[in-house]
């Protein structure tokens, strides 16, 4: 197994975070103050679609015939707090997998959060996060912060500015939500953790280099943030040039009360700038090179591209025991996926329940539902036979229609550190075409936190 030069130059770092969690007890209160942190988790996922019905297949096409695939990840998160009050945090991660059809192809969401980190069946270590954040209190009360990945257990002012720069994901920061953020624990397909047509900067992981910042104001919340993205759309190495190229995101949030119930009401603006091809320059280069390799992005990627969307991210608890979510969000649509996956319109809407309700404390239920979308200039290029990234069934193979899906599952606590979770997704014109699928997938996931 070979480290990575960033882990392993990270090393005296790592063991230095790692080295013990101290704690502070707050007089007069029953709070326990976070000095230094060491969290840790692993998390399995399996899963299996039988066959489906397909009318032709292309280079990225899923394929047809029963299969399974798999994601094992382990992950270290350590914290220390400096005297001067600001926070450093290091993730250092062991992952693998293996996606269906042995290439992460054929589907616009895909259905397990943890596939883009896995980097074959033999586990790779790598260095997942490296920031810096530091909190300004600014009056208005205290609030208390429990302790959670990449965050110690503290009270803050509730009026406050925090910064983070570093290496982490955008959406560490950005598009929280309570009841559909986390696929080790909640919701598996892409869908449901994040808007599907976020096309966040970041690296092939999900992961990239930046600075952030959240200021805190009563009920609101503002956030403004810019972080680097690959060198080539998809890919693996960061591109470092953040005046040129790089994806910007502001977000405003608002806390309320519905019938005594908290909620949260949360819009996304985005914009990337980088080197990508159009649709529409792609579709005009296949149809005048009859023949050609029908991945023709690779050609007419020239130039940098703006690209950018909008989005409204809701989340409302309508008991103390269950609460609903809804996502939608529109992008141009016009250049190529940069970071994320192949969604230019994209909703998400569920519910998630806690087990308390029949007498099983531990255990959540959640059902969700999605619709993906095209552009215009996407599906042109489609049905002109063109392959993207993720997608492409070849011409005469495609007839579109959205992206549609299901998904269930039952989550049990089995001790206080470990969850076994039993999902099911539904998935109709995978890939946005209507001659094949649907496509039902069946998963277990066991998850432990220590």
């Known amino acids: 197994m070979t480290l990575s030069p960033r882990l392993i130059s990270a090393m005296p770092l790592l063991l230095w975070l790692g080295s013990g969690a101290v704690w502070a007890q707050d007089a007069g209160t029953d709070k326990v103050e976070e000095f230094s942190q060491a969290r840790y988790q692993s998390t399995y996922n399996t899963q299996h679609h039988p066959a489906f019905g397909a009318v032709g297949s292309g280079t990225n096409s899923m394929g047809p015939g029963a299969d399974k695939m798999f994601t094992f990840s382990l992950t270290g998160h350590w914290g220390q707090r400096l005297e001067s009050g600001a926070e450093i945090y290091m993730n250092a991660e062991l992952a693998s997998g293996d996606p269906f059809s042995r290439n992460l192809v054929g589907l616009g969401s895909f259905t397990n959060g943890e596939i883009t980190r896995a980097g074959g069946t033999t586990p790779k270590p790598y260095l997942q996060r490296l920031f810096w954040r530091q909190t300004w209190d ?229 059902l969700a539902y999605m619709d993906n979308r095209l552009s215009r200039d996407r599906r042109a290029f489609l049905e002109a036979g063109g392959m993207s990234y993720f997608i492409g069934d070849g011409a005469g193979n495609f007839r579109y229609r959205p992206e549609r899906g299901i998904e269930v599952f039952y989550n049990v606590g089995i001790t206080k550190h470990l969850w076994l979770t039993a999902d099911y997704q539904r998935i109709q014109n995978p890939a946005y075409n209507a001659l094949r699928g649907p496509v039902n997938v069946y998963a277990l996931r066991m998850h432990a936190e220590f």
């Open 138 to 366: 600014q009056g208005g009360g205290r609030e208390w912060l429990d302790a959670d990945f990449n965050q110690m257990a503290r009270w803050v002012d509730k009026n406050r500015f925090v910064l983070t720069a570093g290496n982490f994901s955008t959406l560490d920061v950005f598009d929280d939500n309570a009841y559909a953020k986390d696929p080790r624990t909640q919701f598996m397909n892409w869908s449901h953790w994040t808007y599907s047509s976020f096309d966040y900067a970041a690296d092939a992981r999900g992961f990239g280099w930046g600075v952030a910042a959240e200021w805190y104001r009563g009920d609101w919340v503002y956030r403004i943030g810019r972080m680097s993205g690959p060198k080539r759309p998809n890919e693996l190495p960061v591109d470092w040039d953040l005046l040129r190229h790089y994806g910007d995101q502001v977000e405003v949030e608002h806390a309320h009360q519905l019938n005594g119930q908290p909620g949260k009401v949360r819009a996304l603006a985005w914009r990337n700038r980088a080197v990508t091809a159009s649709f529409k320059d792609a579709t005009d280069y296949l149809l005048s090179h009859p023949g050609t390799d029908p991945q023709t992005l690779f050609k007419v990627r020239n130039g940098e591209k703006i690209k950018y969307g909008l989005g409204l991210n809701l989340e409302q608890a309508l008991s103390d025991d269950v609460g609903v979510f809804l996502r939608t969000m529109k992008s141009d649509g016009r250049t190529e996926t940069y970071a994320f996956t192949e969604v230019d319109a994209s909703l998400s809407a569920g519910t998630l329940l806690k087990g308390r309700l029949w007498g099983r404390a531990a255990d959540t239920v959640g």
